[in-house]
Every structure is written in structure tokens, then in C-alpha cells.
T-cell receptor, first 114, second 112 residues
Framework: NAGVTQTPKFRVLKTGQSMTLLCAQDMNHEYMYWYRQDPGMGLRLIHYSVGEGTTAKGEVPDGYNVSRLKKQNFLLGLESAAPSQTSVYFC?????????????FGPGTRLLVL | GEDVEQSLFLSVREGDSSVINCTYTDSSSTYLYWYKQEPGAGLQLLTYIFSNMDMKQDQRLTVLLNKKDKHLSLRIADTQTGDSAIYFCAESIGMRNNDMRFGAGTRLTVKP
């Protein structure tokens, strides 16, 4: 049982390049989330999904797209990376989506955009 | 303000108590949480408290909630080097998990 895994762990991009971050969970969770964490700031929700085939915008969705084609995977795409997207990206999942049920977090992807 | 606020750093000696403080934003928040992040790992739920409680104790952890001041604290008794990590305060500001607000995290360093 691996929990929540993220690929890659670290990536350097040039401005304008595109990339996809992959999140996978093996807990059969319905809900999945993408957050970003910037220095001195709390985690901010980018997009989330309440089930396979669904996506919804979070607090800071601009510049990102997501897809949930399979229940266990949640992909975060950057079509044209910008230096402002330099951040640590965390994926999380939960079963019901309602508090106080915890979210299970992946180890993070550190992205540097030059 | 709209930010969950925490001190960024705390350093204690092994065996001492650690107190990590947090000021949250919404007086109607239903649940308040403490997450722990160890190096190279994701956030892991440590404990949570329902908003109608003042205190919750779980082994070495004590959570205190002051709703009037919107203040949450986490006390770790007999702090060990293994407690060194980043501790995040979070609040549920809505009915679902996508309505959570996180603090920036407090880095706790435990010196032997």
C-alpha cells in the first residue's frame, strides 16, 4: 500500500515549457486535490476532483489544468510555465471529502521555473 | 486578515515542552487541525479538534482552542528529536475538504 505518490520529485523548467505532474493513490479514494506551497505561505488549493471524470477549480487555478481520467490518478498540467509557478506541489486524496476526515498527502514535487 | 498565521520557527531542548501557536481566520470554522510534515514526506494528520471543544489530549499532544480569540495551540510534552518537523495549522472553513485553509507551517527543531 503505497498511499499517495507523486512523479517527478523535482523538475527544472524553462519559461514557456510545459509539463505534467502525476499523482497516484491506491486507497480507492474518491476525492483528490492539488495544492501549491510557497515560502512563508500556507498550502493553497489549485484544483480538485470529487470523482473519476470530474474536476473543479480551487483558490489559485490560473495557469494550470487537471484531468482525472482514472480514479487513482490526478494529473496537473502546466501548459506554459512561468517563474511564478516555481513552488512545491502537493497532491492529496481523501475518501469522503468531508471533514474531519483527513486528507492523505504525497511527498511533494519541487518545481523550479527559470 | 485572511491568512492562518503561525510563527515560522521554534527551537526547544529535548525533554522540554513545545508549544506551537496558530491564529486562524474564521470564527465559524468547524474543525481545526494540526498536520506534521517530516523531511521528504507529505503532510500527515496529527490531531484535530471540533470547534465546540476547548481542549483535546492525545498522549503527549494537547490541543487548546480559544474560539473568542481564534487561537489554536499544540503542546508537545517531553519533546523528542523525532518530533523535529514542520507543523501546519489548518481550519475547515466550509462543509467540504476543499474548503480548508492552511498556515505556512512552524519548523520545530529539537536539540539534544
Amino acid at each position: 500500500n503505497a498511499g499517495v505518490t507523486q512523479t517527478p520529485k523535482f523538475r527544472v523548467l524553462k519559461t514557456g515549457q510545459s509539463m505534467t505532474l502525476l499523482c497516484a493513490q491506491d486507497m480507492n479514494h474518491e476525492y483528490m486535490y492539488w495544492y501549491r506551497q510557497d515560502p512563508g505561505m500556507g498550502l493553497r488549493l489549485i484544483h480538485y476532483s470529487v470523482g473519476e471524470g470530474t474536476t473543479a477549480k480551487g483558490e489559485v487555478p490560473d495557469g494550470y489544468n487537471v484531468s482525472r481520467l482514472k480514479k487513482q490518478n490526478f494529473l496537473l498540467g502546466l501548459e506554459s510555465a512561468a517563474p511564478s509557478q516555481t513552488s512545491v506541489y502537493f497532491c492529496a486524496s481523501s475518501y469522503s471529502g468531508y471533514p474531519p476526515e483527513t486528507q492523505y498527502f504525497g511527498p511533494g514535487t519541487r518545481l523550479l521555473v527559470l | 486578515g485572511e491568512d492562518v498565521e503561525q510563527s515560522l520557527f521554534l527551537s526547544v531542548r529535548e525533554g522540554d515542552s513545545s508549544v506551537i501557536n496558530c491564529t486562524y481566520t474564521d470564527s465559524s470554522s468547524t474543525y481545526l487541525y494540526w498536520y506534521k510534515q517530516e523531511p521528504g514526506a507529505g503532510l500527515q494528520l496529527l490531531t484535530y479538534i471540533f470547534s465546540n471543544m476547548d481542549m483535546k489530549q492525545d498522549q503527549r499532544l494537547t490541543v487548546l482552542l480559544n474560539k473568542k480569540d481564534k487561537h489554536l495551540s499544540l503542546r508537545i510534552a517531553d519533546t523528542q528529536t523525532g518530533d523535529s518537523a514542520i507543523y501546519f495549522c489548518a481550519e475547515s472553513i466550509g462543509m467540504r475538504n476543499n474548503d480548508m485553509r492552511f498556515g505556512a507551517g512552524t519548523r520545530l527543531t529539537v536539540k539534544p
